[in-house]
Every structure is written in structure tokens, then in C-alpha cells.
């Protein structure tokens, strides 16, 4: 799975590389596909891009935080391949 994180609106997730305003997924809508796309038991790895710490202020590095602690909890949650 590839995540670009310009897929969130830049107003709700403000570290995109190439800011989408008013058009993009929420945080939440982002995340609730990430946790459905994990789950499948075809799925096998994930690259996220287009993250700029450049664009995080101090105002908004908790989003980077929650960000990273919502993708170790999906992940946790990936069920075995058994391979």
C-alpha cells in the first residue's frame, strides 16, 4: 500500500507536501482506510510519502504523533500471513 499524506486536507493534516485545501480525506477518513486496507490478508506493506516536517509548526506536531501512534496501532492489528 502506498499513502501519499497530500491525500488529507492540508487545513486538518498540515504536513503534506503539496497542500490540498478543502478537497482532501480527514485524518480520521484517511486512517479508517488505512486500518481497512492493513486488514486484508493480501496485504503486505506500506511506504507512506509526501510528508514535509517543513510544513508541521509547533502548534500542530501532535498530529505528527497522533499520526504515527494511529499507523502502529492499525499495524498491530494485521493479521498473520502465515508465511
Do not use: Y
Not at 490540498?20 to 507512506?48: H, Q
Not at 501512534?69 to 508465511?83: D, I, Q
Request: aromatic share 10%; charged share 25%.
Amino acid at each position: 500500500m502506498h499513502l501519499d499524506l497530500d491525500v488529507m486536507d492540508f487545513l486538518d493534516f498540515p504536513a503534506a507536501d503539496f497542500p490540498t485545501i478543502n478537497a482532501g480525506l480527514t485524518f480520521e477518513d484517511t486512517m479508517a482506510c488505512v486500518d481497512v486496507f492493513v486488514s486484508s490478508p493480501k496485504w503486505r506493506g506500506l511506504t507512506v510519502t509526501e510528508f514535509n516536517p517543513d510544513h508541521v509548526d509547533r502548534r500542530n506536531e501532535h498530529l505528527v504523533v497522533q499520526f504515527v501512534a494511529r499507523l502502529v496501532e492499525g499495524l498491530g492489528r494485521v493479521p498473520s500471513s502465515g508465511a
